[in-house]
């Protein structure tokens, strides 16, 4: 198995670009999250789907963040414009069943994003 | 307060050495607990889950204490090899998101 898939691995653009980032989650699972973490404020989870839904999109810090999941193999989260702020790691996780069940999330190799 | 909250460390420790890490959650109705360890630049990857009776799993122990809202990870003759961050993690009832803290980093050294 592949494991999470994110692309780039890295980015680094100039403040106002536009960023998209993008994940591939494991086959057959049907949670996908989007976290965000920087050395002042951890692993914070920004959003997270079930069955290509967005549940819960109270973590996105504001309306310049935007993530979708046209289909179960793929999904986006796009930074418009993008600020010095937003440099971070961005990690996408998926796993089989909902967060309280206790499922293992596998992370990807995560998206080292800076903003000049 | 905050919702998970570790000792940011670091801990440096010799090879060999026995060395604990404590986490405190405050949301009395968590009921899911976890160790993820996460190495230098790479993702954060599930230890071990805590159960209430304690568990092993070779030379890493975890317990829980839900009177005191805290857990322990507990690791035996440590190795170079375990030099990482440990987030401790906490999941409340039904589909609420996953709580990270924001680490412990550990370094052993030979």
């Known amino acids: 198995d592949a494991g999470v898939i994110q692309s780039p691995r890295h980015e680094v653009t100039e403040m106002g670009q536009e960023v998209t980032l993008r994940c591939k989650p494991i086959s057959g699972h049907d949670y996908l999250f989007w976290y965000r973490q920087t050395m002042m404020r951890g692993l914070e989870l920004l959003i997270y789907?079930?069955?290509?839904?967005?549940?819960?999109d109270s973590g996105m810090p504001e309306d310049r963040f935007s993530a979708k999941m046209p289909n179960a193999s793929f999904s986006t989260l796009k930074i418009q414009p993008s600020e010095p702020r937003d440099s971070a790691v961005y990690f996408c996780a998926s796993s089989l069943g909902g967060q309280g069940s206790g499922d293992t999330q596998y992370f990807g190799p995560g998206t080292r994003l800076t903003v000049l | 307060r905050k919702e998970v909250e570790q000792d940011p460390g670091p801990f440096n420790v010799p090879e060999g050495a026995t060395v604990a890490f404590n986490c405190t959650y405050s949301?009395?109705?968590?009921?899911?607990f976890f160790w993820y360890r996460q190495d230098c630049r790479k993702e954060p990857k599930l230890l071990m889950s805590?159960?209430?009776s304690g568990n092993e799993d070779g030379r890493f122990t975890a317990q829980l204490n839900r009177a005191s809202q805290y857990i322990s990870l507990l690791i035996r003759d440590s190795k170079l090899s375990d030099s990482a961050t440990y987030l401790c993690?906490?999941?409340?009832?039904?589909?609420?998101?996953?709580?990270f803290g924001k680490g412990t980093r550990l370094s052993v050294i030979a």
């Open positions: 789907f079930n069955n290509n839904v967005p549940i819960d």
């Open positions: 993690v906490v999941s409340n009832s039904g589909n609420t998101p996953l709580v």
């Open positions: 949301n009395s109705a968590s009921q899911s």
């Open positions: 805590v159960y209430s």
